[in-house]
C-alpha cells in the first residue's frame, strides 16, 4: 500500500525541537499534540555538520518501543540514499541502531516507561489520530496521518485498552461544550462513539459498553447510542426505560430520550425529557442547548431565544498544538501518485486572490465552541421567521435599551433616592467573564455598523425600504442596572414593582447580545451580495470574485442555512482553483440528494488532496466510502470508481478505503 511521503522541517539549531516540546509539557491540558519524530542527517563525507529534521505523525502504533522503532525503521526506506532533497540530490546515509526508551515528564525528568505507562500512551495516540485527522482549525505543517486501527486485530487491542482505562478517561478532559468531564463525557467516550459509528463496527462497541454497564449503569446512555446508530431503536429504548427507572434524574440518559423523540418528530415527549435533563445538569451546556432545540422544533421561539439566554458559555480552549521555533527550511514533497492536474498550483498566483476585507472580518466566521453552537440556533431561528419576526421576538422577551431608559426616566420622581435593581433568571455559569470571548471578535459600537449599511439593493438595483436589513437595537445589559443586593430575586421583585411595564422580562446576556450583532452583519453582508449577484445577471453581467471571496461567501450561506446559494458559490470558487473546503460543502449536498456517482468523484479528489498533504486516513472520507458501500454494495463502488477518468494511482488510493470496509466486513461489502 502507497503511504504519504516524507515533509521534513530542518532545525535552525540540532535538538531544539525536542527542546521546545519537553518545555510545553507543562501546559498540556488533555489530549496532547501529534507525536514528534525527530531525525540527525549526516553525509558520509567528512567535514559536513549534522542537521536536525522532524515532522508531527498520528495513527502510530505506539503500544511499545518496540512498534515506534518500526515507524522509524519506515523511514530508512521512504528516506533513502539519493532522495531529491530541496531540489537537489543529496546523499543521506541512514543507519538504524539499538533503541532507548524511556518517559519524560513535566519537569524534564527521565522516568521508567511501566507497562500502564506504555497502555496510556497507546490509547492516547488512536484518540489522537481520530481527533486531529478532519480538524482543518487545527491543521499542522509537516504532519503525517495514518489509519491507527486498520484490522480487527488492531481493533480488539484498541477496545481491550479501552476497557482498562475506561473509569479513567474524564482525566483526558472533555469536548468544550462540557463544563465539567464525567465517565460518559470525555475525550475517550467521543472517540469510542465517533471509532464506531464511522466503521459500523456496532456488535464490537454494543459488546464494550454491555460489560461496562455491568459496572456503572450511566454508562447505558453510550450504549443506547450505539444501539440507535445500529438501528437496534427497540432495545435502545427499553434500555433507556430500565436505565432511567434506576436513574430518574441521569441528564445523559434524558438527553439521549430527548434526541430520540426529537428524531421521530415528537418534539412534545422529547419537551418533557429536556426539561428534566436541564433540571438535572443546569450548569452544562449541552442540556440547554438540547432544551432550546426542542423549543425551536415546537416553534415557541421566545421560549427558545429565554432558553439560549439561560445557557451557561465557557471559554473556549485551544486543542494541544505544538509551539516550535521557527525552521531553517521546509520540505513539503509529493507524492508522486496523488497528483492530480486540477491541484496544480504551479499557475497559481496569489496576487489574484484577493480578498475583500469585509469578508475577512466577518466575525461569525471565528466562532467556537459553545459560542458557535450558540449561533448556529439563532441561525436556524431566523431561517424559520425571518430578521424581522427574530427581533420582534427578541424586543418582547427581553428590556431593550430604549425603553428600559423611558422607563427609568418616567419613574424617577416617584423613584427618587432609591437604587436601581434587575433581575437575572440564569443558571449558574462558569467562572471568568465569557462575555469577553465575543466582545474580541466583534465590537458593537455604532461605527462598525454605518448607518448605509443597514440598506441594501433590491433586484432592480434600486434602494428600497421593504429590502433593508434592520440594525438590532441594543439590550440592557444586567451590568448597566447598578445597585441591587446579593438576592436576584429579591432584586427581581423591586424591580417589577418599579417598572411595571419591565415586569414580564428578562434581562439579555452580553454575549447573545452580541451574537445578534454577528448575526446582523453575516444577513447584511449576504444580502447585499445576493442582490448584486441578481443586479449583474439581470443585465447579463458577468459576476467576478476571488476564489477566496467565492469560498467565504459559501460558507457564509452555509451558516444561514442557504443551500443553494452556497452550492452556487463552492462551484463557482472550484472553477477558479481547486479548493477541499469547497468541494467538502458540495460532496456533503451530494451525499444529501444521494447522487451517488458525483459523490464518489468527489471523494476521490479530496482522497488524493488528503496524500498530498501526508494523510493517508480522512474519518470522514471512510464514512463516506462506508456509507455508499451500503446502499449500492461494494462491486457497484469499485466499478463506478473505475469507470473514472482519473489516474489509476489516484484510484487505488480510494480503493484503500473499500479495502479497509471489506476487512472491518461493514454493511454491502460483500457484493
Given at each position: 500500500?502507497?503511504?504519504?511521503?516524507?515533509?521534513?522541517?530542518?532545525?535552525?539549531?540540532?535538538?531544539e525541537?525536542?527542546s521546545?516540546?519537553t518545555?510545553?509539557l507543562?501546559?498540556?491540558r488533555?489530549?496532547?499534540?501529534?507525536?514528534?519524530?525527530?531525525?540527525?542527517?549526516?553525509q558520509?563525507?567528512?567535514g559536513v555538520?549534522?542537521?536536525?529534521?522532524?515532522?508531527h505523525?498520528?495513527?502510530?502504533d505506539?503500544?511499545?518501543s518496540?512498534?515506534?522503532?518500526?515507524?522509524i525503521?519506515?523511514?530508512t526506506?521512504l528516506i533513502?540514499e539519493n532522495?531529491?532533497?530541496?531540489?537537489?540530490?543529496?546523499?543521506?546515509?541512514?543507519?538504524t541502531?539499538?533503541?532507548?526508551?524511556?518517559?519524560?515528564?513535566?519537569?524534564?525528568e527521565k522516568?521508567?516507561?511501566?507497562?500502564?505507562?506504555w497502555?496510556e500512551?497507546?490509547?492516547?495516540?488512536?484518540?489522537r489520530?481520530?481527533?486531529?485527522?478532519?480538524?482543518?482549525?487545527?491543521r499542522i505543517?509537516?504532519?503525517?496521518?495514518?489509519?491507527?486501527?486498520?484490522?480487527?486485530?488492531?481493533?480488539?487491542?484498541f477496545?481491550?485498552?479501552?476497557e482498562?482505562?475506561?473509569?479513567?478517561?474524564?482525566?483526558?478532559?472533555?469536548?468544550?461544550?462540557v463544563?465539567?468531564p464525567?465517565?460518559?463525557?470525555?475525550?475517550?467516550t467521543?472517540?469510542?462513539?465517533d471509532?464506531?459509528?464511522?466503521t459500523?463496527?456496532?456488535?464490537?462497541?454494543?459488546n464494550?459498553?454491555?460489560k461496562?454497564?455491568?459496572?456503572?449503569?450511566?454508562?447505558?446512555?453510550?450504549?443506547?447510542?450505539?444501539?440507535i446508530?445500529?438501528?437496534?431503536?427497540?432495545?435502545?429504548?427499553?434500555?433507556?426505560?430500565?436505565t432511567?427507572?434506576?436513574?430518574?434524574?441521569?441528564?445523559?440518559?434524558?438527553?439521549?430520550?430527548?434526541?430520540?423523540?426529537?428524531?421521530?418528530?415528537?418534539?412534545?415527549?422529547?419537551?418533557?425529557?429536556?426539561?428534566r435533563?436541564?433540571?438535572s445538569?443546569?450548569?452544562?451546556?449541552t442540556?440547554w442547548?438540547?432544551?432550546?432545540?426542542?423549543?425551536l422544533?415546537l416553534?415557541q421561539?421566545?421560549?427558545?431565544?429565554?432558553?439560549l439566554?439561560s445557557?451557561p458559555?465557557f471559554?473556549?480552549q485551544?486543542?494541544?498544538?505544538?509551539?516550535?521555533?521557527?525552521?531553517?527550511k521546509?520540505?513539503?514533497?509529493?507524492?508522486?501518485e496523488?497528483?492530480?492536474?486540477?491541484?496544480?498550483?504551479?499557475?497559481?498566483?496569489?496576487?489574484h486572490?484577493?480578498?475583500d476585507?469585509?469578508?475577512?472580518?466577518?466575525?461569525a466566521?471565528?466562532?467556537k465552541?459553545?459560542?458557535?453552537?450558540a449561533?448556529?440556533?439563532?441561525?436556524?431561528?431566523?431561517?424559520?421567521?425571518g430578521?424581522d419576526?427574530l427581533?420582534?421576538?427578541?424586543?418582547?422577551?427581553?428590556?431593550?435599551?430604549?425603553?428600559?431608559?423611558q422607563e427609568?426616566?418616567?419613574?424617577?420622581?416617584?423613584?427618587?433616592?432609591d437604587?436601581?435593581?434587575?433581575?437575572?433568571?440564569?443558571t449558574p455559569?462558569?467562572?471568568?467573564?465569557?462575555?469577553?470571548?465575543?466582545?474580541?471578535?466583534v465590537?458593537t459600537?455604532?461605527?462598525?455598523?454605518?448607518?448605509?449599511?443597514?440598506?441594501?439593493?433590491?433586484?432592480?438595483?434600486?434602494k428600497?425600504s421593504?429590502s433593508?436589513?434592520?440594525?438590532?437595537?441594543?439590550?440592557?445589559?444586567?451590568?448597566?442596572?447598578?445597585?441591587?443586593?446579593?438576592?436576584p430575586v429579591?432584586d427581581?421583585?423591586?424591580?417589577?414593582?418599579?417598572?411595571e411595564?419591565?415586569?414580564?422580562?428578562?434581562l439579555?446576556?452580553?454575549w447573545?447580545?452580541?451574537?445578534?450583532?454577528?448575526?446582523?452583519?453575516?444577513?447584511?453582508?449576504y444580502?447585499?451580495?445576493?442582490?448584486?449577484?441578481?443586479?449583474?445577471?439581470?443585465?447579463?453581467?458577468?459576476?467576478?470574485?476571488s476564489?477566496?471571496?467565492w469560498e467565504?461567501?459559501?460558507?457564509?450561506?452555509?451558516?444561514?442555512?442557504?443551500s443553494?446559494e452556497?452550492l452556487?458559490?463552492?462551484?463557482?470558487?472550484?472553477?477558479?482553483r481547486?479548493?477541499?473546503?469547497?468541494?467538502k460543502?458540495i460532496?456533503?449536498?451530494?451525499e444529501?440528494r444521494?447522487?451517488?456517482?458525483?459523490a464518489?468523484?468527489?471523494?476521490?479528489?479530496?482522497?488524493?488532496?488528503?496524500?498530498?498533504?501526508?494523510?493517508?486516513f480522512?474519518?470522514?472520507?471512510?464514512?463516506?466510502v462506508?456509507?455508499?458501500?451500503?446502499e449500492?454494495?461494494?462491486?457497484?463502488?469499485?466499478?463506478?470508481?473505475?469507470?473514472?477518468?482519473?489516474?489509476?494511482?489516484v484510484?487505488?488510493?480510494?480503493?484503500?478505503?473499500?479495502q479497509?470496509?471489506?476487512?472491518?466486513?461493514?454493511s454491502?461489502?460483500d457484493?
Amino acid at each position: 500500500m502507497v503511504q504519504p511521503v516524507v515533509p521534513e522541517i530542518v532545525e535552525q539549531e540540532i535538538h531544539e525541537s525536542i527542546s521546545a516540546r519537553t518545555e510545553s509539557l507543562q501546559v498540556l491540558r488533555e489530549l496532547g499534540p501529534p507525536d514528534l519524530v525527530h531525525l540527525i542527517k549526516s553525509q558520509p563525507k567528512s567535514g559536513v555538520k549534522e542537521i536536525g529534521t522532524y515532522h508531527h505523525v498520528t495513527g502510530v502504533d505506539a503500544s511499545s518501543s518496540a512498534s515506534l522503532a518500526a515507524y522509524i525503521n519506515t523511514l530508512t526506506y521512504l528516506i533513502g540514499e539519493n532522495q531529491i532533497w530541496f531540489g537537489k540530490p543529496q546523499s543521506w546515509r541512514i543507519t538504524t541502531g539499538s533503541v532507548d526508551a524511556y518517559a519524560v515528564d513535566e519537569r524534564g525528568e527521565k522516568r521508567k516507561a511501566t507497562e500502564s505507562l506504555w497502555l496510556e500512551t497507546y490509547l492516547c495516540s488512536v484518540l489522537r489520530a481520530f481527533s486531529y485527522s478532519d480538524d482543518q482549525a487545527a491543521r499542522i505543517v509537516a504532519c503525517r496521518k495514518f489509519n491507527p486501527i486498520t484490522s480487527t486485530e488492531m481493533e480488539h487491542r484498541f477496545l481491550d485498552a479501552a476497557e482498562r482505562l475506561f473509569f479513567k478517561g474524564w482525566q483526558l478532559g472533555s469536548e468544550p461544550e462540557v463544563q465539567v468531564p464525567n465517565v460518559v463525557s470525555n475525550y475517550l467516550t467521543s472517540g469510542l462513539l465517533d471509532y464506531i459509528h464511522t466503521t459500523g463496527r456496532f456488535t464490537s462497541g454494543i459488546n464494550l459498553f454491555e460489560k461496562l454497564r455491568s459496572k456503572e449503569p450511566e454508562v447505558a446512555s453510550l450504549l443506547s447510542r450505539v444501539l440507535i446508530d445500529a438501528d437496534e431503536e427497540v432495545k435502545a429504548v427499553a434500555l433507556l426505560h430500565e436505565t432511567v427507572r434506576l436513574l430518574p434524574m441521569e441528564s445523559s440518559l434524558l438527553d439521549v430520550q430527548a434526541e430520540f423523540c426529537m428524531s421521530k418528530g415528537r418534539y412534545d415527549l422529547a419537551l418533557e425529557c429536556a426539561k428534566r435533563a436541564v433540571n438535572s445538569a443546569p450548569s452544562e451546556f449541552t442540556t440547554w442547548e438540547r432544551l432550546a432545540q426542542v423549543y425551536l422544533k415546537l416553534e415557541q421561539y421566545e421560549l427558545a431565544l429565554l432558553t439560549l439566554n439561560s445557557c451557561p458559555m465557557f471559554t473556549y480552549q485551544d486543542r494541544d498544538l505544538p509551539k516550535m521555533p521557527p525552521g531553517s527550511k521546509v520540505h513539503l514533497p509529493v507524492l508522486p501518485e496523488s497528483v492530480l492536474d486540477e491541484m496544480n498550483e504551479e499557475n497559481y498566483d496569489p496576487k489574484h486572490d484577493m480578498v475583500d476585507p469585509t469578508l475577512l472580518k466577518l466575525p461569525a466566521a471565528s466562532l467556537k465552541g459553545t459560542f458557535a453552537k450558540a449561533y448556529r440556533i439563532l441561525t436556524e431561528i431566523t431561517n424559520q421567521i425571518g430578521w424581522d419576526m427574530l427581533l420582534k421576538y427578541r424586543s418582547s422577551v427581553f428590556v431593550m435599551e430604549e425603553e428600559y431608559r423611558q422607563e427609568k426616566n418616567s419613574s424617577v420622581a416617584t423613584l427618587r433616592g432609591d437604587s436601581t435593581n434587575a433581575s437575572r433568571v440564569t443558571t449558574p455559569r462558569a467562572s471568568g467573564d465569557v462575555s469577553s470571548d465575543i466582545e474580541t471578535i466583534v465590537n458593537t459600537e455604532s461605527e462598525d455598523f454605518p448607518a448605509e449599511c443597514t440598506q441594501t439593493l433590491t433586484e432592480n438595483g434600486t434602494k428600497d425600504s421593504d429590502s433593508i436589513i434592520e440594525k438590532p437595537e441594543h439590550t440592557v445589559m444586567p451590568e448597566e442596572v447598578k445597585g441591587g443586593s446579593d438576592d436576584p430575586v429579591q432584586d427581581g421583585k423591586q424591580m417589577a414593582e418599579k417598572y411595571e411595564r419591565l415586569q414580564n422580562k428578562r434581562l439579555c446576556e452580553r454575549w447573545l447580545d452580541n451574537l445578534f450583532m454577528v448575526l446582523y452583519e453575516d444577513l447584511r453582508v449576504y444580502t447585499i451580495w445576493r442582490s448584486e449577484f441578481s443586479q449583474y445577471k439581470s443585465q447579463s453581467l458577468p459576476y467576478k470574485k476571488s476564489a477566496s471571496e467565492w469560498e467565504i461567501l459559501g460558507e457564509l450561506a452555509q451558516r444561514l442555512h442557504h443551500s443553494d446559494e452556497a452550492l452556487e458559490a463552492f462551484y463557482a470558487t472550484l472553477k477558479i482553483r481547486f479548493s477541499p473546503g469547497a468541494l467538502k460543502g458540495i460532496l456533503k449536498d451530494q451525499e444529501t440528494r444521494k447522487d451517488n456517482r458525483h459523490a464518489l468523484n468527489s471523494i476521490i479528489k479530496l482522497t488524493a488532496w488528503q496524500y498530498r498533504w501526508y494523510s493517508e486516513f480522512s474519518p470522514s472520507l471512510l464514512y463516506s466510502v462506508r456509507k455508499l458501500i451500503a446502499e449500492e454494495g461494494a462491486v457497484k463502488v469499485r466499478s463506478i470508481v473505475q469507470a473514472t477518468n482519473f489516474p489509476q494511482s489516484v484510484l487505488d488510493l480510494t480503493h484503500h478505503y473499500a479495502q479497509l470496509c471489506m476487512a472491518f466486513r461493514s454493511s454491502g461489502s460483500d457484493g
